[in-house]
C-alpha cells in the first residue's frame, strides 16, 4: 500500500529518478560496448603448410573442431614455419593462427604474437640411399641433398645444424624441396638424401622407413646440439619399431625435435583461443611414439608468452559457462554479464539511495510549509495598529490549503496532521490577540 501511495503521490518524482537511472545505463552500456571486445568473428585463418604435411593435416582436424562451433577455420596452405611466421608478423595478411616450430622467433621478433602452448613433436629425420650406409658424411660432398623448401622449418633448422659442421651449399647440392617431392626422388634415386621436420604420422615418413633401399640415419652428439640449442628435444626411434619381424630399424636412432606449438595474434578473440585449445587437446593429446598420453598440449613458452587465455586453460581448463552451454550462448552471457558490471555498479546505489532522496524531499516540503507557519506567526507580535490581519489570515488559509494539497505515504501522514494542528493554534491565536481591520 506504501509503494502504490509512494506512485501515486510523486509519479514525477519517481518519473525524474527512473529517466535519470535509465540515461545513466543506456550511457553505461554503450561505453562498455564500445570498449569491451565484440562477439567472436565467424571465420579465422590458419597458416599450416605444405599440403600434404603433418601441419596441413592437423589443420584439417582442428577445422572440423571448430566448425561444430560454428565457427570457420579457413587453411591458407605454406612452405612451412619460416613463411608462417611472416604472415603472422604482418597485420594486413588477416592470418591470426598458424603453427610455428620452435626456435624461429623470439618475443622480441614477435611482439604481436603469443602462443597456445606446445602442440607436438617435430623430429628431423635425415634418410639416404642405402649405398651410403655406414659411411662418413663426407661421401655426400657433391650429391644431391633435400633440405626442404624456402620459407620452411626444415630449412632453416638443417642450415643452422649443417653449419656447426663447417658443411654450407659448397658441400653438396642443397635442393629445395617438399618432404612429398624429396620422398618420390628419394625412392627413384633422383636425389641422394633428404632432411625433412614433420612428425612421425607423416605419409612421406612412414613411406621412406619401409622402404628397404632408404635408410635412416642417426644423429650423434646429441647432447652437445640440445646444449646449443635449448629449444631442441631429443627422441629415440627404438629398435624394430618399424618393422619387427624385419628389425627397422636395425638399432635405436637419435633424432632431434624441436616441438611445434600454436601461435596467434594477440587481437585474436579470447572465446576462439578457447576453442582452439580444447581441439590441440582433442588433437594432440593421445600417446604417440615419442609421447606419453596427455603430454600435449602443454604450457610450454619455447619462443613466445603464452597468451592470458592459454594460462588460464592450462590452471583450470575451459570457462565454466563454455563447458556446461553451447558455444555462442556461454560467449553471449559472458559478454552480458560483463557489460552488466557497471551497470549494475551504477544503478544498484542509485536505486538503494531513492528512498533517501525521497525522505528528504518529503521532509523538504513539510518542513517549508513550517517554515512559513512560522514567519506568519512571528508577524503576530508586531503591534496591532501595523498589523494586516485579513492579510494573514488569507496568507494562513492558503498554508492551509497547500498543507490540504500535500499528498504524502502513510509513514508521513502524523507529520502532516501535526503540521494542520500547528496551523490550528496559529489561527486561533490570530483570533484571540487581533481584531480585524474594517
Same mark, same amino acid.
Given at each position: 500500500?506504501?509503494?502504490?501511495?509512494?506512485?501515486?503521490?510523486?509519479?514525477?518524482?519517481?518519473?525524474?529518478?527512473?529517466?535519470?537511472?535509465?540515461?545513466?545505463?543506456?550511457?553505461?552500456?554503450?561505453?562498455?560496448?564500445?570498449?569491451?571486445?565484440?562477439?567472436?568473428?565467424?571465420?579465422?585463418?590458419?597458416?599450416?603448410?605444405?599440403?600434404?604435411?603433418?601441419?596441413?593435416?592437423?589443420?584439417?582436424?582442428?577445422?572440423?573442431?571448430?566448425?561444430?562451433?560454428?565457427?570457420?577455420?579457413?587453411?591458407?596452405?605454406?612452405?612451412?614455419?619460416?613463411?608462417?611466421?611472416?604472415?603472422?608478423?604482418?597485420?594486413?595478411?588477416?592470418?591470426?593462427?598458424?603453427?610455428?616450430?620452435?626456435?624461429?622467433?623470439?618475443?622480441?621478433?614477435?611482439?604481436?604474437?603469443?602462443?597456445?602452448?606446445?602442440?607436438?613433436?617435430?623430429?628431423?629425420?635425415?634418410?639416404?640411399?642405402?649405398?651410403?650406409?655406414?659411411?662418413?658424411?663426407?661421401?655426400?660432398?657433391?650429391?644431391?641433398?633435400?633440405?626442404?623448401?624456402?620459407?620452411?622449418?626444415?630449412?632453416?633448422?638443417?642450415?643452422?645444424?649443417?653449419?656447426?659442421?663447417?658443411? @654450407?651449399?659448397?658441400? /653438396? +647440392?642443397? #635442393?629445395?624441396?617438399? %618432404?612429398? !617431392? =624429396?620422398?618420390?626422388?628419394?625412392?627413384?634415386?633422383?636425389?641422394?638424401?633428404?632432411?625433412?621436420?614433420?612428425?612421425?604420422?607423416?605419409?612421406?615418413?612412414?613411406?621412406?622407413?619401409?622402404?628397404?633401399?632408404?635408410?635412416?640415419?642417426?644423429?650423434?652428439?646429441?647432447?652437445?646440439?640440445?646444449?646449443?640449442?635449448?629449444?631442441?628435444?631429443?627422441?629415440?626411434?627404438?629398435?624394430?619399431?618399424?618393422?619387427?619381424?624385419? @628389425?627397422?630399424?636395425? /638399432? +635405436?636412432? #637419435?633424432?632431434?625435435? %624441436?616441438? !611445434? =606449438?600454436?601461435?596467434?595474434?594477440?587481437?585474436?578473440?579470447?572465446?576462439?583461443?578457447?576453442?582452439?585449445?580444447?581441439?590441440?587437446?582433442?588433437?594432440?593429446?593421445?600417446?604417440?611414439?615419442?609421447?606419453?598420453?596427455?603430454?600435449?598440449?602443454?604450457?610450454?613458452?619455447?619462443?613466445?608468452?603464452?597468451?592470458?587465455?592459454?594460462?588460464?586453460?592450462?590452471?583450470?581448463?575451459?570457462?565454466?559457462?563454455?563447458?556446461?552451454?553451447?558455444?555462442?550462448? /556461454?560467449?553471449? #552471457?559472458?559478454?552480458?554479464?560483463?557489460?552488466?558490471?557497471?551497470?549494475?555498479?551504477?544503478?544498484?546505489?542509485?536505486?538503494?539511495?531513492?528512498?533517501?532522496?525521497?525522505?528528504?524531499?518529503?521532509?523538504?516540503?513539510?518542513?517549508?510549509?513550517?517554515?512559513?507557519?512560522?514567519?506568519?506567526?512571528?508577524?503576530?507580535?508586531?503591534?496591532?495598529?501595523?498589523?494586516?490581519?485579513?492579510?494573514?489570515?488569507?496568507?494562513?488559509?492558503?498554508?492551509?490549503?497547500?498543507?490540504?494539497?500535500?499528498?504524502?505515504?502513510?509513514?508521513?501522514?502524523?507529520?502532516?496532521?501535526?503540521?494542520?494542528?500547528?496551523?490550528?493554534?496559529?489561527?486561533?491565536?490570530?483570533?484571540?490577540?487581533?481584531?480585524?481591520?474594517?
Amino acid at each position: 500500500m506504501m509503494i502504490n501511495d509512494y506512485f501515486r503521490s510523486h509519479r514525477n518524482l519517481v518519473a525524474i529518478a527512473v529517466i535519470t537511472v535509465a540515461v545513466l545505463v543506456s550511457a553505461l552500456l554503450w561505453m562498455a560496448a564500445s570498449i569491451l571486445r565484440p562477439l567472436p568473428p565467424t571465420a579465422v585463418t590458419m597458416v599450416t603448410g605444405p599440403e600434404g604435411s603433418a601441419y596441413h593435416a592437423f589443420g584439417k582436424r582442428y577445422r572440423e573442431i571448430l566448425a561444430r562451433e560454428g565457427i570457420e577455420l579457413r587453411l591458407l596452405p605454406t612452405a612451412g614455419a619460416v613463411e608462417n611466421l611472416a604472415m603472422l608478423q604482418d597485420p594486413q595478411s588477416n592470418v591470426k593462427i598458424g603453427f610455428l616450430q620452435g626456435g624461429i622467433t623470439s618475443a622480441k621478433e614477435s611482439p604481436d604474437l603469443v602462443s597456445l602452448g606446445a602442440v607436438f613433436y617435430e623430429p628431423l629425420w635425415f634418410f639416404y640411399r642405402d649405398q651410403f650406409r655406414g659411411k662418413n658424411i663426407q661421401v655426400l660432398r657433391g650429391r644431391k641433398i633435400s633440405i626442404g623448401p624456402e620459407g620452411g622449418g626444415t630449412r632453416a633448422l638443417t642450415l643452422k645444424l649443417l653449419e656447426q659442421n663447417g658443411i @654450407n651449399e659448397r658441400f /653438396a +647440392d642443397l #635442393l629445395s624441396l617438399t %618432404p612429398q !617431392a =624429396s620422398g618420390e626422388k628419394l625412392v627413384r634415386g633422383e636425389i641422394d638424401a633428404a632432411f625433412m621436420l614433420t612428425s612421425w604420422d607423416d605419409p612421406v615418413v612412414q613411406r621412406l622407413l619401409h622402404e628397404e633401399r632408404i635408410e635412416l640415419a642417426s644423429f650423434p652428439r646429441t647432447d652437445a646440439y640440445l646444449a646449443l640449442y635449448p629449444y631442441l628435444n631429443k627422441v629415440v626411434l627404438p629398435n624394430g619399431v618399424v618393422d619387427l619381424r624385419r @628389425n627397422r630399424p636395425p /638399432a +635405436d636412432v #637419435l633424432l632431434f625435435a %624441436p616441438k !611445434a =606449438s600454436i601461435a596467434v595474434r594477440k587481437d585474436l578473440h579470447p572465446a576462439i583461443q578457447y576453442l582452439l585449445l580444447v581441439a590441440a587437446e582433442r588433437v594432440h593429446s593421445r600417446p604417440e611414439i615419442f609421447q606419453k598420453a596427455g603430454t600435449f598440449p602443454s604450457a610450454e613458452a619455447i619462443d613466445l608468452p603464452l597468451s592470458d587465455e592459454a594460462r588460464q586453460f592450462y590452471r583450470s581448463g575451459r570457462p565454466f559457462l563454455q563447458r556446461h552451454l553451447p558455444f555462442w550462448m /556461454a560467449v553471449l #552471457l559472458d559478454r552480458l554479464l560483463v557489460l552488466l558490471i557497471p551497470v549494475i555498479g551504477v544503478a544498484y546505489p542509485l536505486l538503494h539511495y531513492l528512498p533517501a532522496v525521497y525522505n528528504w524531499e518529503m521532509q523538504r516540503r513539510i518542513y517549508r510549509l513550517y517554515g512559513a507557519l512560522r514567519s506568519l506567526e512571528q508577524e503576530l507580535t508586531i503591534r496591532d495598529e501595523e498589523r494586516d490581519v485579513n492579510a494573514l489570515r488569507v496568507r494562513l488559509d492558503r498554508l492551509e490549503e497547500k498543507a490540504d494539497r500535500l499528498r504524502v505515504t502513510a509513514f508521513y501522514v502524523n507529520m502532516l496532521y501535526t503540521l494542520k494542528e500547528h496551523i490550528d493554534l496559529v489561527r486561533t491565536k490570530l483570533s484571540r490577540n487581533t481584531k480585524p481591520i474594517p
